[in-house]
């Protein structure tokens, strides 16, 4: 773009970053939860951005994602900002200081979902992540009230934490990706993300790969909120899901999975692994011969070393990050294309908008009507970055970021911000 450095380095840094220690109570026990909250940019609207749990958080991390929410919102051209909210909760500790593993049924025995050698108690963990919420709700009750930053879920958070938050504020507008029945709930956002991710997989299978939907392959990380309705979408369009992994194990079949059979099963047990078919590993599934290739659990889980043994014709990133620096490097090398994930996974942040803007009008869409949004808001962005990277002979990554960072410096520049 030939910007001059001192500009790039505005436009690469956050705004603020606050680090803070929530004091919890849990069961009794008064728990510090560290955490960080990344005001990256605001000069396209509030600062947006989805609230983890997880107990490997770190400030680089929470400012990286908060600066991929900045450039996810530009280049789906939407009023929000950049921002990311990271509590660090210590799952580990907290199992040993409850014992709460010696209490579980055996098929919940095992590694659990943040890779602790002990039983998983999904009662147990609600109720932490229920209790860690609220106090981060109450701590920042005013930044959210005032909508300077509107956050919603994000990897260890869903609806019923997001409600905790609007418990708090009273504002329905505070917060989006609330629980039904919630004010200013909105139809259609919990399945948003992985709609918008089937239907640019679909175009860049067509369009990009010259391949028609119907019997391709498919591999997907992560059977959650993103993966599940994802893999079921794609299936209705002809896709063959040949192999799906969550924290716990997975499962692959050549001839194609049952996706309706496997989200039941999903639901059922808590996890896809044992469903049926031949046992599948995160590392195993990142190296299947399959047509698309998409990691939605996640981040950095292809990198440097793992690049080289992805065999998928492309990859499709419906996941935060899930392609480090090297691994791109290592992918470009191998020709394998990447669509990015402020393309893949921004129908949630389309739809939040939605909700944020409709918040206080108690008027209800139908799902249709904000699916609908978010397959034009997202084709259209589809079209400008396929548009130029043809035009320029760039990646469609590089398109995508240069169209973004267009965007950001154009509204920074117009606010006196640069």
Not at 44 to 59: C, M, N
Not at 267 to 292: C, H, I, K, W
Not at 315 to 321: G, H, P, S, W
Request: glycine share 10%; charged share 25%.
């Amino acid at each position: 773009m030939g910007l001059d450095p001192r500009i790039t380095e505005e436009i690469i840094h956050p705004h603020e970053v606050r680090v803070f220690r929530l004091s919890c109570h849990i069961m009794g026990r008064t728990v510090a939860i560290p955490g960080v909250m990344a005001l990256h940019n605001n000069a396209r609207g509030p600062y947006k951005g989805g609230i983890r749990l997880a107990p490997d958080s770190s400030v680089w991390e929470t400012v990286e994602l908060a600066r991929l929410m900045t450039l996810k919102t530009a280049l789906a051209d939407i009023e929000f900002g950049g921002a990311k909210s990271s509590l660090r909760v210590p799952w580990e500790h907290l199992y040993e200081l409850f014992s709460h593993g010696s209490r579980l049924t055996s098929h919940e025995s095992g590694r659990n979902g943040f890779g602790l050698a002990t039983a998983r108690d999904s009662g147990f963990e609600k109720m932490v992540a229920l209790e860690v919420m609220e106090a981060f709700a109450r701590q920042f009750r005013e930044t959210f009230r005032s909508h300077t930053y509107v956050p919603a879920p994000d990897m260890g958070t869903g609806a019923d934490e997001m409600t905790m938050i609007y418990n708090e504020t009273l504002d329905p507008a505070s917060v989006t990706g609330k629980a039904e029945g919630t004010p200013g709930w909105l139809p259609g956002r919990r399945e948003s993300t992985g709609f918008g991710c089937t239907g640019v997989t679909l175009r860049l299978l067509r369009e990009a790969l010259g391949m028609e939907p119907a019997g391709r392959t498919v591999a997907i990380q992560g059977f959650g909120n993103v993966g599940e309705p994802l893999a079921r979408a794609l299936a209705r369009e002809g896709v063959r899901i040949v192999g799906v992994t969550d924290a716990r194990g997975g499962v692959y079949d050549p001839a194609g999975l049952d996706v309706e059979a496997l989200a039941e099963y999903a639901r059922r047990t808590g996890s896809v692994d044992e469903f049926g078919g031949q046992p599948l590993g995160n590392e195993e599934l990142l190296a299947l011969p399959v047509d698309v290739l998409i990691p939605a659990a996640m981040g950095g889980v292809i990198d440097g070393a793992s690049a080289h043994r992805v065999r998928a014709a492309a990859i499709v990133e419906a996941a935060n990050m899930p392609v480090t620096l090297e691994g791109m490097d290592v992918l470009a090398r191998h020709g394998i294309p990447v669509l990015p994930d402020i393309l893949a996974n921004a129908g949630g942040v389309v739809a939040s908008m939605e909700e944020y803007s409709r918040s206080l009008s108690a008027v209800k869409l139908p799902a249709s009507v904000v699916l609908r949004d978010v397959e034009a808001t997202l084709n259209a962005a589809f079209d400008l970055c396929l548009a130029r990277s043809r035009e320029e002979k760039i990646s469609f990554l590089e398109a995508a970021s240069l169209i973004a960072v267009e965007r950001v410096w154009k509204a920074m520049r117009s606010r006196r911000q640069v």
